[in-house]
């Protein structure tokens, strides 16, 4: 059983710069993360990967609070009053009682379904950027990057410089969209040149905008895209498809315990506190916004938590030009209408439980869903489909029950008076 | 979008009861509607609770209930889509100590007496049943008539035969009163019928006070998949000793296999301090509000569908005494339902008291699924006034509620 | 990372890179589908995160395994299924 003050729930940038910033003020902080090292998705594998400056800063802040991290760790269940934290890693089984929480649980890669997307080499963005760090091997091999979102250039280009041969990137936003964006970018000089550099790494790989893939196609295993641009329809030949249609974020866990949303998000106020007292929330679960908005959310929700109050004030302006610049992203790459339509009636959505489109359409809500099709009752708990969903038909999910994760079963009836020790 | 709005017969809940009544009434000729307040049919204690067609022997009436209603599963069973997810797996009852054993042996005579085929098993022969059922045991009784269903499904078949007569049924519509006219809704609504049947479970209650009628709390975990790990519904009969009483939090060992190889365990039993009905489960919409959860009070948190820690990590425990392996696998999914719970442990079928054309169908605590076909066969008998396959006394609400009134 | 180790993949010997994730072992392997889904589709990897599920395999006693989530350790036996 760990005591601590401020539990901080994610290690990616939101993370780590609140428990930087809250142990800088003397709080005794415990950073929980359910991947090997810290840096979350953008940053994934921490020092050994990354080397751009701002990574590497942070990475270098967040060494005086890694010995209190907690990693491959999963919050499996979480209650409020008193606060308490149930997590399991792979051997063991722990609870931890914070006075204060930080939530900076990120987001995921939005999926939307598509006739062939459940063949074997079809992954999400980050998704294959995450299994390529992790060791795949990816040189020589054609790739084909689509779907929206800056992470589309930032992977490709990631990709390319490993080997890859990218083929091309095919962004469903439209032209006019980007322009706007474009200019946004002028605004931002340091942006522009994150940019610049972004650019030169992908010369040669064509960045073709209006566009987007209809169908993946294969026996068993991925051998090709067929992509729909302005102008015409044609087919790539590609070993990977990395797809995935910019973020949705993780709220399961500030369900759980009782936060307010605010639509898909989890509501906070200028302090980045919840509609809990003692809990926070920074990063991409309170807002979809990028690196540099989650950053300073953590630094102000760090300080808020540990009482610094003042401090966190003086990030106020920062936090909102990261906030215009965030709020220019989503609205350049918000997702096109044409992209309800990509499913076929045989197409599953649900991948847990093989669920169809057609099953979906003959059902009116997500409740009606889970209990009549099986949607969303699969291990993934509806994380995948559920996204999808929202956009496809516009439902909302439900309430949320422990838990979060599949959990060991052991795991669910921990006692703290005995630690448990499943690794007999 | 009710046209026209005049029916034979309004029933109000679309739960596995409701309907099994509109299916019986629609069948025989009559025009039903199904009024159900949530958008989804068999959302409430339906889903919620393991879909196990069982036999029980806790009385007479009880066992008379639950073997006509058997029946009538099985006669069904063919006709049931795959999605209903019917399995004839059989029901084991274990027995840990002679104690139990000798409870094997007084229903094994007990049901053999009345000619349901059961079958007495040693250690050896529940191991070989059940080979992942810790040593031990001192044996079981097999029930292999037992089957399994996935109910939200069954329910839903049930409201929607295409060879049958249409059941209208209307979704999102709450009943807030009833007369003998007919029914009015929460959005102002009057529909008319002839009669009305009153099938909403715990919330039995608040269109008619006087019926007695208590939600009773439950959990269930569900697993990954594990195809082949248990066979037959697992039943423990430590419950004589831990006492599945009518008052106090109980648990008890249950374990069911689904035919997706997922494992459905169970179960625990409390009463809530409050009569007033909890509110659905699983309840559509967001998060719930933040409401700050007093946990002093073990009778309020019976009165809310949280997941109650205290009282899942007992459940999951027993659960482990009887399958250890259980505890290295993977829980998915956990919930709440809300049994309807009546004093004598015997549903209500039958006029509801004070009323001349408004009939109970309600308070079937942990057999709901199980009597629903029996409940809507009597239920059409009463209506018809002919008799029924069994003696219909026992469930008739006017005695019990004068009782208790 | 230059050190490797030897793991076992659906019964045969392999050599990867520690630090390696099972999921990335896999397909060094040679192996391309992780699982097949209840319709019977092969299946692998999507998100990279332990949010899908669809990368799971069996290590050596431990079902339903997220092999994206998973760093190789020597003499682990990985079952595809």
Known sequence: MMGCDIAVIGAGPAGMAAAVRAQESGA???????????????????????????????????????????????????EVDPLKLLLETSDRTEIVRPQKIVLATGAREMFLPFPGWTLPGVMGVGGLQAIAKSGLPIEGKKIVVAGSGPLLLAVAAHLKRHGAQVKLIAEQAS????????????????????????????????????????????????????????????TEECDYAAVAYGLYPNTELAALLGCKMFGAVVAVNELQRTSISNVYCAGESSGIGGVDLALVEGEIAGYAAAGQEPAARKLFGARKRAQAFANALNSAFALRSELRTLPRPETFVCRCEDVTFKRLQSVSSFRAAKLHTRCGMGPCQGKVCGPAADFLVGWRTESIRPPVFPARLGTLTFDETEQQDIAK | MVTPRSYDCVVVGAGIVGAACA?????????????????????????????????????????????????????????????????????????????????????????????IPVEILDAQQLHEAEPNLRGGLVGGLLMSADSVCYPPCAAKYLTEQPDSPAIEILLGKKVVQMSESGVKLDDGALLSAGFTVLATGCAAAELAPEIEVRPRKGHLVITDRYPGFVRHQLIELGYLKSAHSTSSDSIAFNAQPRITGQILLGSSRQFGTSKQQPGNALRDGSARADEVIDQTSLGSRADTPQIDAHILARMLQRAFEYMPAL?????????????????????????????????LA??????????????????????????????REPYSPDKRCALHA | MHETIEIFVNGRAVRVAAGMSVAAAVFVAGEHIFRTSVTGEPRAALCGMGICFECRVTIDDQHHARSCQIVVKPGIKVQTS
């Open chain 2, 23 to 115: 299916r019986e009434l629609a069948n025989a000729g009559l025009k039903v509607l199904v009024c159900e307040k949530t958008d989804v049919i068999g959302g409430g204690a339906t889903a919620a609770g393991m879909g196990h067609l069982a036999v029980m022997d806790d009385s007479e009436p009880q066992f008379a209930l639950t073997s006509f209603s058997q029946r009538l599963w099985r006669e069904l069973s063919p006709q049931l889509p795959p999605d209903a997810e019917y399995l004839p797996c059989g029901s084991l009852w274990v027995a840990a100590d002679e104690e139990e054993f000798q409870e094997v042996e007084r229903k094994y005579r007990f049901y053999t007496e009345r000619r």
């Open chain 1, 28 to 78: 005794r902080v415990a950073v929980l993360d359910d991947n090997p090292t810290a840096g979350g998705q953008i940053w994934r594998g921490g020092e050994r990967t990354q080397t751009g400056a701002l990574a590497r800063r942070w990475l270098e802040k967040f060494k005086s609070v890694d010995q209190f991290a907690i990693t491959n760790c999963s919050v499996v269940s979480a």
């Open chain 2, 362 to 391: 309600t308070g079937h605590e942990g057999l709901g699924i199980s009597t629903s076909l029996a409940t809507g066969r009597l239920l059409l008998d009463i209506v018809l006034d002919r008799d029924s396959a069994i003696a």
């Open chain 2, 327 to 359: 505890e290295r696998m993977s829980g998915i999914r956990t919930w709440t339902g809300f049994r309807a719970a009546t004093p004598d442990k015997l549903p209500l079928i039958g006029l509801c008291p004070g009323y001349k054309n408004v009939y």
């Open chain 1, 175 to 234: 032209r006019g969209a980007l322009a706007g964006f474009a200019l946004q970018l002028l605004r931002s000089p340091g942006k522009l040149f994150q940019a610049g550099g972004l650019q030169l790494s992908l010369m040669g790989i064509p960045y073709l905008q209006d566009c987007w893939v209809t169908e993946a196609h294969g026996d068993g295993q991925l051998k090709s895209v067929t992509l729909r641009g302005a102008s015409k329809t044609w």
